[in-house]
């Protein structure tokens, strides 16, 4: 992934008009009080009524958990946790229902770490500090009248920064395509009092996003369990480096049985709930190792999944049959 570094002020911007935020619901955590009410003064310039200022991480993840969040702006330098993978989980749905809501991160303009950090969570943005209150106005405006397309991989669900394809393994495409995210800085006030629509656009995108990362997270699945079984004899304790793919295999493999339901591989979603909980079971174990009818489970895998991408709607029936006999010889 190339990084796509941003600068304190970019003169290409439009200027933000008047109250273009008013149907926003906006939450803004910064540590450092006069920065936080400068932001908060810009805010309200910009038309935001509906705004929560705070410099603590658990006002945040409440937030975020109750839902309604439109816009999110926080300081990677508070305390009490790591923003960036709070921002990683928001996108992720383990924190929140909407993996959609707009985020700006601020970060020190000397920390290269913090900013690749930052860029690679999933925010809409990155700011570096310091910088004039008028700029993350014009970042909102810019990013209301044009919201970068999403992407969704096995590691990264966020805006679009690839500039290259990605493959796998035998040389396909992964099949990663950006879509459109839903943009709640673009809602109109009117839009506020029909709920339901806000709510019908997430679900849409939801579907998409959950879909390309099946797809995706399979693909590296097997990878995985091909590094995985290369070194692994039957009933011979796992080394270092093989139980860190093992607890790869065990979330990638919970991720795609929660999302995979609602997508067209429907059908991995039962796999891998027996990988998940085969692997999370091993990983409890100081001795893990597999056993024969283990490695024989495992090693049918991606080619089942492989099964399933390459069959037509017509073979549904096939498919299901593939599904079966890897459940019956669990």
């Known amino acids: 992934m190339e990084f796509s570094y941003p600068s304190v002020r970019c003169d290409a911007e439009p200027a933000a008009p008047p109250a273009f935020l008013a149907s926003c619901n906006a939450l803004l955590a910064v540590p450092n009080v006069p920065v936080r009410n400068g932001l908060k003064q810009a805010l309200r310039m910009a038309g935001v009524e509906r705004l929560t200022s705070t410099g603590n991480l658990l006002t945040v993840v409440d937030a975020v958990a109750g839902g309604g969040l439109d816009l999110l702006i926080c300081d990677t330098a508070i305390a009490e946790g790591d923003m960036c993978r709070l921002v990683k989980e928001v996108r992720e749905e383990k924190i929140g229902d909407n993996p959609f809501v707009v985020i700006i991160l601020l970060v020190n303009k000397d920390d290269d770490h913090a900013v690749k950090k930052a ?3 999933g925010a809409d943005d990155v700011l ?3 910088f ?3 700029v993350i106005l014009e970042r909102l405006f810019s990013i ?4 970068k397309l999403f992407v969704a991989t096995s590691g990264y669900i966020g805006p679009n920064r690839r500039s290259d ?3 796998d393994i035998s040389g396909d495409r992964w099949g990663v395509k950006p879509f459109p995210a839903p943009n709640p800085l673009n809602r109109n006030i009117s839009d506020i009092r029909i709920p339901d629509q806000a709510h019908r656009s997430i679900r849409h995108a939801k579907r998409v996003m959950n879909e390309q990362r099946v797809r995706v997270s399979a693909v590296r699945l097997g990878d995985v369990i091909q590094s995985l079984l290369a070194g ?3 009933d011979t304790p796992l080394s270092g480096d093989q139980m860190k793919n093992l607890g790869i295999l065990n979330e990638i493999a919970g991720d795609i049985f929660i999302r995979a339901p609602n997508t067209p591989y429907a059908q991995f979603s039962s796999i891998c709930k027996m990988l998940a909980d085969m692997t999370q079971d091993m990983l409890t174990r100081p001795d893990a190792a597999f056993d024969e009818d283990s490695l024989t489970l495992i090693a049918k895998i991606p080619g ?4 399933i991408f390459s069959a037509g709607k017509q073979e549904k029936s096939s498919e299901q049959s593939k599904v ?3 459940m019956a010889s669990g």
């Open 324 to 326: 079966d006999e890897i």
């Open 144 to 147: 209301k009248k044009s919201r």
């Open 165 to 167: 394809a990605r493959q």
């Open 304 to 307: 089942v999944f492989a099964h």
């Open 119 to 121: 860029v690679n969570s």
């Open 232 to 234: 692994c004899g039957e």
């Open 128 to 130: 570096a500090k310091p």
């Open 132 to 134: 004039d209150p008028e």
